[in-house]
C-alpha cells in the first residue's frame, strides 16, 4: 500500500546549495508519496489532456498559416510544437528532481522556480523572492485569457445560428446571456466531476473536425495561388497564435498533479507524447489545408469561414460552442486553484466559509472575463496577444531558466551544451515573446481605433 504523505504548503531555506540537502539520487519516489483526493485515471487524464490541448486555438491554425504562408507554417509550427513538447518534459522533470531533494510528494510550478532559483547559479539566487507570486501571476492570467477568448469564441458561434434564423444582435449581447450558464458550468470545482464533460467534449470534436474538414477539401483551389513564404512581419501573429494553440502549461500540470499514476504521463510512450502527437498531427492538417482553402480570408476561427446556411456547418459550430463552454472550467479551473486556492483561501479562517467564498470568486472570475471579452471581440488579436506575451514566458523562458537552475550543481555537460540549449530557448522566448505581444498590441490598438473612427 502506498505510503501517502499529505502535500501541504512548503518553506525553503534561503540558500540549498550543498550536495547533501540536493541529492537526487536516493530511492524516494516523490509519486509513491501523493495524496490525491479525487485522483483520475488514465483515461480520464488522457481526455483532459486532448480537450485541454484542442481549444479555439486549433481552429484558428489556418489564420496563423495566413500570416506565414503554407511551408513556413508547417515547418514553423513543428518546431515550435517540439520545442514547447520538450519544455513541459524538461519542466516536469525538474519538478520531479526538486521533489525527491526536498523528500515532498509535489511542489507546484512557482514553488519549483523558487526553489531552482536558491538552487541555481549564484547570480540568480536574489531573484528566488519574486519567483513564486511571478509564476502564479502569469499561470493565472494567461488562463484567464484563455477564458476571455473562449467567451468570445461561444458568442460568435452562437451569433452566426441567431443571425440565420432568429434576429441579428451585437455579438456582446449574445456573450451577456452567456453569463448564467458560464457561472453554471465554473461552479464546478472537481476535475474528477469535470472528467465526464470532457470525454463527451472529445467525440463532440472529433464530428466537429470531420465537418469542418469537408468543408475545407470540398472544392479546393490550386495550391499555386497561396503563398508559400509571407514577408517575415507578419510571423509574430504567427508565433503568438500557434503558442497560444498548442501550449496549455497550466492545465497540463494541473491534471498531472490530479493522476492516480503520474509516472504514465511522462514516459515515452505516455500520455503527454502520444496526447501531443495527436494534437500537432491535427494542427499541422487543419492550418495547411485550412489555409489553402481560404487564403488570406481565414478568420480567427475556421469556424467563422465556413458556410454559415449550412445545417452540417452549423451543427459542427454548436458542437464546438459546446466543447468550448466545457473547456471554460477546465481552463479556469487553474485560475481559480492558483489565485483562491494558494492565496485567498489562507487569509481567511472560517473554513466552513471557504465552499461560499470560492464560488463567489469564480463568480467574479465570470465577470471579469465577460468584461474584457467585450472590451476586445476580435478573436484572432485576443489569441495573439495571450499566446505572445504569457506562453513564450511560461511555456519556453520558465522551465528553460529552471533546468538551467537544477542542473547547476551536477554540471552541464560537455562544451555546457545544456546550458548553451536553454540559453537558445530564452533567447527565442524572450524575443518571440516581445516582438509578438508588441505587434498584438499594436493591432489591437489600431482595430479598436478604426472601430471608433
Not at 468543408?215 to 513564404?229: A, C, D, G, K, T
Not at 504569457?390 to 537552475?405: D, K, Q, T, V, Y
Not at 530557448?425 to 518571440?432: A, D, P
Request: proline share 4%; net charge positive; hydrophobic share 50%.
Amino acid at each position: 500500500m502506498k505510503n501517502h504523505v499529505k502535500n501541504e504548503s512548503i518553506s525553503y531555506p534561503e540558500t540549498t546549495t550543498t550536495k547533501t540537502t540536493i541529492a537526487s539520487n536516493d530511492d524516494y519516489d516523490p509519486h509513491m508519496h501523493r495524496n490525491v483526493k479525487n485522483p483520475t485515471n488514465n483515461w480520464q487524464t488522457f481526455a483532459h489532456f486532448l480537450k485541454a490541448s484542442i481549444g479555439t486555438g486549433v481552429l484558428a491554425m489556418p489564420s496563423a498559416f495566413a500570416h506565414a504562408g503554407y511551408i513556413n507554417g508547417f515547418i514553423f509550427t513543428s518546431i515550435i510544437g517540439l520545442l514547447a513538447l520538450y519544455c513541459l518534459h524538461k519542466l516536469i522533470s525538474s519538478m520531479y528532481i526538486l521533489c525527491k531533494r526536498k523528500r515532498v510528494p509535489y511542489i507546484t510550478f512557482s514553488e519549483a522556480m523558487k526553489m531552482g532559483l536558491q538552487q541555481g547559479p549564484p547570480c540568480l539566487r536574489c531573484f528566488s523572492h519574486i519567483a513564486a507570486p511571478f509564476v502564479d501571476g502569469f499561470l493565472a492570467f494567461y488562463h484567464f485569457g484563455i477564458c476571455c477568448v473562449y467567451v468570445v469564441f461561444i458568442a460568435e458561434s452562437i451569433k452566426q445560428l441567431v443571425d440565420e434564423y432568429l434576429v441579428v444582435w451585437d455579438v456582446r449581447i449574445h456573450m451577456t446571456i452567456l453569463i448564467v450558464p458560464l457561472l453554471l458550468i465554473y461552479s464546478i470545482r472537481n476535475l474528477r466531476v469535470l472528467a465526464p464533460f470532457s470525454s463527451v467534449a472529445n467525440v463532440l470534436l472529433v464530428v466537429g473536425f470531420g465537418i469542418v474538414l469537408y468543408y475545407i477539401f470540398e472544392n479546393l483551389p490550386p495550391l499555386s495561388v497561396r503563398e508559400p513564404v509571407v514577408h517575415y512581419s507578419k510571423l509574430p501573429t504567427f508565433f503568438g497564435t500557434v503558442l497560444f494553440a498548442i501550449e496549455a502549461v497550466g492545465v497540463i500540470l494541473a491534471i498531472e498533479e490530479n493522476m492516480a499514476t503520474p509516472r504514465a504521463y511522462v514516459q515515452p510512450c505516455g500520455i503527454m507524447n502520444i496526447g501531443m502527437g495527436i494534437v500537432m498531427s491535427l494542427y499541422l492538417l487543419l492550418g495547411f489545408f485550412g489555409y489553402w482553402k481560404y487564403g488570406d480570408e481565414a478568420l480567427g476561427s475556421v469556424t467563422l469561414n465556413i458556410p454559415q446556411e449550412k445545417v452540417a456547418a452549423q451543427v459542427a459550430k454548436i458542437f464546438f460552442a459546446i466543447t468550448t463552454y466545457i473547456s471554460y472550467a477546465l481552463q479556469g479551473y487553474v485560475t481559480a486553484h492558483i489565485v483562491w486556492g494558494q492565496y485567498l483561501s489562507k487569509r481567511i479562517e472560517n473554513v466552513k466559509m471557504h465552499t461560499l467564498y470560492e464560488l463567489i470568486f469564480r463568480a467574479l472570475i465570470v465577470l471579469l472575463t465577460f468584461g474584457c471579452a467585450i472590451a476586445i471581440p476580435d478573436l484572432s488579436l485576443f489569441l495573439s496577444l495571450v499566446g505572445s506575451f504569457c506562453l513564450s514566458i511560461l511555456g519556453l523562458i520558465f522551465p528553460a531558466l529552471l533546468h538551467i537552475c537544477v542542473i547547476y550543481e551536477e554540471g552541464y555537460g560537455p562544451y555546457r551544451y545544456r546550458l548553451v540549449f536553454n540559453l537558445l530557448l530564452l533567447i527565442f522566448g524572450v524575443f518571440g515573446g516581445a516582438v509578438g505581444t508588441y505587434v498584438s498590441i499594436v493591432d489591437i490598438v489600431n482595430a479598436m481605433s478604426g472601430k471608433v473612427a
